[in-house]
């Protein structure tokens, strides 16, 4: 199946810093991306849709100027936590429908645990 | 918008005894429901997915079953082994790639 990279799978910042998290797919072109973000014990809770070359869709509750969200390329899509604190630590988790087929499976990255101290 | 509901929130059976894991959905028009398995830390890993089209879908041990005019759907894990501990979500997905997962059952078997 499709691989998707993500990095880096954990990072520890302190608060009030900015961290970035990439997607990356490896074998094929990616037009979109989700990213999720799961709290501990939780769901996978969906932020927003990356689309290549426009503006990110968010969904409702997600705050666009502080989880920013960036897809330049048809192989990387970047999601920035900006201003982290505590309350954003999380394992966050990006998605793909690889083949671009309607309703099918998604490929996931290997998710990165943020813990902001 | 799409709202998955998913029962048990944590389950335990014998080794060798059934699982069942219930979802309920509430758009009419998801028409993608797959099954993910995810250990600690890791990233979810389809195990059996099934279309609106098809009312029961079986591979070796998993099953789903669907049931559109109630919408809900089915895990059914039969003669369960220690491995397949872990949380299980299921998702509803509808012509826009994206899923809703649900809330997630820790599956743990005894051994």
């Known amino acids: 199946g499709a691989v998707v990279s993500q990095h880096p799978s954990r990072v520890i910042c302190k608060s009030g810093t900015s961290v970035k998290i990439e997607c990356r797919s490896l074998d094929f072109q990616a037009t979109t991306m989700f990213w999720y973000r799961q709290f501990p014990k939780q769901s996978l809770m969906l932020m927003a849709t990356?689309?290549?070359?426009?503006?990110?869709?968010?969904e409702q509750g997600v705050e666009k100027d502080k989880f920013l969200i960036n897809h330049a390329s048809l192989t990387l899509s970047t999601l920035t936590v900006t201003s982290a604190h505590p309350e954003d630590s999380s394992f966050y988790i990006c998605?793909?429908?690889?083949?671009?087929?309607?309703?099918?499976?998604?490929?996931f990255g290997q998710g990165t645990r943020l813990t902001v101290v | 918008g799409e709202n998955v509901e998913q029962h048990p929130s944590t389950l335990s059976v014998q080794e060798g005894d059934s699982a069942v894991i219930k979802c309920t959905y509430s758009d009419s028009a998801s028409n993608y429901f797959p099954w993910y398995k995810q250990e600690l830390g890791k990233r979810p890993q389809l195990i059996i997915d099934?279309?609106?089209?098809?009312g029961e879908k079986k591979d070796q041990r998993i099953a789903v079953t669907l049931n559109k005019t109630a919408k809900h759907f089915s895990l059914h894990i039969t003669e369960t082994q220690p491995e397949d501990s872990a949380v299980y979500f299921c998702a509803a997905s509808g012509g826009t790639y994206k899923y809703i997962f649900g809330t997630g059952t820790r599956l743990k078997v005894l051994a």
């Open positions: 998605s793909t429908p690889g083949t671009g087929t309607l309703n099918t499976e998604a490929f």
């Open positions: 099934i279309r609106s089209n098809v």
């Open positions: 990356s689309n290549e070359g426009s503006k990110a869709t968010y």
